[in-house]
């Protein structure tokens, strides 16, 4: 059968499918239960996998004991464990939610259906939250302006590129080179797919405060910094004729302007005025057109090594093919 609509029930699911809900976990004793067993009721067939990264408060052994696959990650930071959970878990849908029963489970099924339906890579769960000790008015600042940024740099975004809830084909994990080691993965990811072409969505999300006794790993100037520097560091090496042609444009501006009065004391005397201001204007535009040359260079490596990760993507299924 085809799957159509947005269907909430697990058992409209095709029976063959192989689903694994992935869990980062720190120091989430107070949470990591519920959250296991509300993906546990979401999805019956589902392997659900906790990946602890170096919890001191039993999260652990409160995860086995609520039935998930436990698996540690001694390097500190979501993006190491990320990494991890992409290299050794086998699956044909992947599901990865933070493990502090914030995001809602429920809603798992209708995101699976959504990629099965429009063969989708990735659907992102978009945080819609009424409640401001779930979703603080800092972290929703932040997150509409580097959205904003990211869509400006790359021509185009999701609604909320932080989001941790999303779910993911094969083909899109399996060709993932991780190369973050914190809470920018969520960027990095989103960078990935809008650079390759991937064909994704979004689905709006219930987003709840985290229960009492849990706190939050997130610092919002520490790691909103971070990630825009993440940003910042992916639109140059993604877009490098375009960083490193703004730099040569601006070179190049700044020398103009201060070569144009001695460009004019030239015409009318003959004579060139500030020799050493005419040596900077010289040096400037030499920079500028090295900028330029370098970024052409580096387009052309881009390309290649964008091409190689099509490929590689290309080489497993697409997620309508799982559902016949």
């Known amino acids: 059968m085809t799957v159509r609509g947005a269907v909430k029930d697990a058992a409209l699911l095709p029976p063959a499918l192989r689903i694994a809900v992935l869990l980062p976990c720190y120091n989430e004793a ?38 998930a696959i436990v698996r540690r990650v001694r390097q500190q930071g979501k993006g190491h464990v990320v990494r991890r959970m992409f290299a050794d878990v086998d699956a044909d849908i992947y599901i990865m939610a933070d493990g502090d029963a914030t995001y ?50 790359f021509g185009r975004s999701f609604t909320d590129i932080l989001s941790g809830y999303r779910v993911f084909s094969r083909r899109f994990v399996k060709s993932f080179p991780v190369l973050s080691s914190g809470f920018e993965i969520e960027t990095e990811m989103s960078v990935h797919a809008l650079e390759l ?70 015409l009318e005397t003959g004579l060139v005025p500030r020799f050493p201001t005419a040596i900077l204007a010289t040096g400037l535009m030499i920079i500028a057109v090295l900028n330029g040359m370098c970024g052409l260079i580096l387009d052309t490596v881009v390309r290649g090594r964008r091409e190689t990760r099509r490929l590689a993507y290309l080489a497993f299924s697409a997620p309508a093919d799982l559902a016949p």
């Open 30 to 67: 107070q949470a990591i239960a519920q959250t296991i067993e509300a993906f546990a009721k979401a999805l019956p067939t589902a392997k659900i996998y906790v990946y602890d990264n170096n919890s001191i408060d039993g999260s652990r052994e409160i995860a086995a004991r609520a039935g």
């Open 104 to 153: 809602d489970a429920s809603a798992a099924p209708a995101m699976i259906t959504d990629m099965l339906a429009d063969n989708l890579d990735m659907v992102v769960g978009a945080r819609k939250s009424e409640v401001n000790a779930a979703y603080r008015p800092g972290h929703r600042l932040g997150n509409r302006l580097l959205t904003g940024l990211l869509r400006y740099l």
């Open 197 to 266: 072409r991937m064909p994704v969505a979004e689905r709006a999300i219930a987003y709840a405060a985290r229960p009492d006794g849990s706190v939050s790993k997130l610092n919002t100037v520490r790691d909103g910094w971070r990630i825009l520097r993440t940003i910042f560091t992916l639109f140059r090496v993604e877009q490098p004729i375009w960083f490193f042609g703004a730099i040569g444009g601006g070179l190049v501006l700044v020398a103009l302007i201060l070569a144009a009065p001695l460009f004019v004391t030239y």
